[in-house]
Structure formats: structure tokens, C-alpha cells
């Protein structure tokens, strides 16, 4: 009895009420289990790895992935709260077109405003389930990464590519179904036409993502570096064309400069010193020829053997 006074009236408009959450919870679950089918976070962690190893230096690739970490977990740490409150906060969808003076006024929408609301929750529970397990996911790799040296590092990473690329994934989840949940409020309080832009929006994110992550992997410094930029709207606002190509011009050389001198340091590497007690080996010769023994310094401690 207490748990069906907890559920929804046993009226009509609420008999379906859980078409809407099962569809959502479903594909929540999707978005966690296709990228994994897929192999898509092993591909992201290699495709970091195989960027670093070809434009960068493997021994700071441990900074770099702790990096990602930090950044994702904060960002998803950030995306937590909110969409507890959303959670917390939701109440029931009333739309604005409703008798704010009479509440239990009924409305043909009404049955309409049920599913909406079903679905806003089930959104707001997948986005706030991503957002946890990327802070886990990035916690769990701290604690098992952080005490491993170089080498061991890669060959973590190496074991576990997925490290690298899941809490991005799971970030982006997050945000998705964050915005899925505030698309679905705005339809069910102001209706459609405030939530057609939000909806263009979601698209706009999905594809802009994808497209980022693509141009960013087929980054070469030495093909589009060299690339001057190209129309510019704000040219005369802040500052001129003109001079946007000299400061490229001029960064570019130094670039170039600053390359060559790091190839001249790793093919003539820099000597160092031996030390003291190596660098005259003719002295210690020339003593154990002659037999004498060096001199002691001034004040220096003498070890006298204890009597038995």
C-alpha cells in the first residue's frame, strides 16, 4: 500500500508513464556500452598516444595524460552538481499556458507533460551516472599511474588504452544527456518554439565534437603550421590583417629556430663532468707506483680502530 500511494494515480494519462524513462534509461545504457563494442576509447587513448609519440616527447606523456585526467574530472565533477539539482529541483512540469490558480486544472496536454517530465528525470540520472564515472575513472587512473615510473607509465597506458580515451568519452555522454534534460524542460514549460534553437544546438555539438577530435588527430607541425590565417571579420577592430601575417611570419621563424637548436642538443649532447675522484686517473697511477699516500686535510676526522 505505501509503495502504491508512492506511484503515479491509476488513471489513464498515467498508465504509460514509464514508456518515456525506459526509452531514455535505454539509451543511456547505449551510450555507455557502444563505445566499448566499438573499441572507441581504445582508439581515442591510442590516437593521444601515437600523437604524442610522433610530435612530442614520450618521456613527458605521463604529465600529459594526468593532464586529460585533472581537466576531465574537474569539468564532470563540475556537471555533477547540476545535475543533481536539476534532479532535486525538477518537481513537476507545469507548463506556463496552465491556470496557475487552479494547479490540479485538468488539460488534454497533460498526459503529453508526463512523459516529458519522465523523460527530463531519466536524462538528468544518465547525465549525472556519466559525469560520476568519469571523476571515478579519472580517480582510479591517478591511483594507479601516479607511483609508476616512465617507462611503466607506457606500458600501462599501452595495457590499458582506454585510460586515456574513456573519461573523454564519458564527459561528452555526460554533457549530451545534460543537454538532452534541458531541452526536454524547455519543450514541457515553454513549448516548442523557445526549444527549436536548443534543439538545432544538440547537432551542432554532436558534429563540431567529432569534427575537433578528427582535425586535431591529423595535426602535423610541420604541414599546417605554415598556414597564414585566412579571412578575418574582426581585421581593423583589434588589429590589422597586415599585421597578424607578420606576427605568424615572425612567430613561425622562431619556431624554426627553436627546432634546429633542439636537434643540435640531442645530436651533440652536452658533456658532463666526472667526478673529482675521476678526473686525474694519472694521479692515483703515479701514487700506487710511488706508494705514498695522499695528505690529510686540515681538521679533517681520523678513525681509530677499537682495541678487541
Given at each position: 500500500m505505501a509503495l502504491q500511494?508512492?506511484?503515479?494515480?491509476?488513471?489513464?494519462?498515467y498508465q504509460l508513464h514509464w514508456i518515456s524513462a525506459g526509452l531514455m534509461s535505454l539509451k543511456g545504457l547505449a551510450f555507455y556500452l557502444l563505445p566499448k563494442m566499438l573499441g572507441l576509447d581504445k582508439a581515442l587513448g591510442y590516437d593521444i598516444l601515437n600523437h604524442a609519440e610522433m610530435h612530442g616527447d614520450l618521456r613527458d606523456l605521463k604529465e600529459g595524460v594526468r593532464g586529460i585526467w585533472q581537466q576531465s574530472s574537474t569539468v564532470a565533477a563540475l556537471v555533477f552538481p547540476m545535475a543533481m539539482a536539476m534532479i532535486q529541483e525538477s518537481g513537476r512540469l507545469r507548463p506556463v499556458y496552465y491556470d496557475q490558480s487552479s494547479p490540479d486544472t485538468e488539460d488534454d496536454s497533460e498526459?503529453?507533460?508526463?512523459?516529458?517530465?519522465?523523460?527530463?528525470?531519466?536524462?538528468c540520472v544518465s547525465s549525472l551516472f556519466f559525469s560520476c564515472w568519469a571523476c571515478v575513472s579519472c580517480m582510479m587512473n591517478f591511483a594507479y599511474v601516479e607511483s609508476l615510473a616512465g617507462s611503466h607509465s607506457l606500458a600501462f597506458f599501452l595495457t590499458y588504452p582506454e585510460t586515456i580515451g574513456g573519461p573523454l568519452i564519458f564527459l561528452w555522454n555526460s554533457i549530451w544527456f545534460f543537454l538532452i534534460a534541458l531541452c526536454i524542460w524547455m519543450l514541457g514549460i515553454y513549448g516548442l518554439a523557445i526549444t527549436l534553437p536548443a534543439l538545432i544546438a544538440l547537432p551542432v555539438y554532436a558534429i563540431g565534437t567529432v569534427v575537433a577530435f578528427r582535425t586535431f588527430s591529423r595535426f602535423d607541425p610541420s604541414a599546417h603550421v605554415r598556414e597564414e590565417p585566412g579571412f578575418m571579420m574582426c581585421s581593423g577592430f583589434v588589429i590589422q590583417k597586415g599585421q597578424v601575417r607578420d606576427i605568424h611570419k615572425r612567430l613561425y621563424a622562431r619556431m624554426l629556430q627553436q627546432r634546429s637548436e633542439e636537434a643540435e642538443q640531442q645530436s651533440h649532447p652536452e658533456p658532463t663532468d666526472p667526478p673529482s675522484v675521476l678526473k686525474d686517473p694519472g694521479e692515483y697511477s703515479e701514487k700506487a707506483s710511488t706508494g705514498s699516500e695522499p695528505k690529510e686535510r686540515p681538521n679533517a676526522r681520523r678513525v681509530v680502530p677499537m682495541e678487541t
Open positions: 500511494a508512492l506511484n503515479f494515480p491509476a488513471r489513464e494519462e498526459p503529453v507533460v508526463i512523459h516529458l517530465q519522465q523523460m527530463y528525470l531519466s536524462a
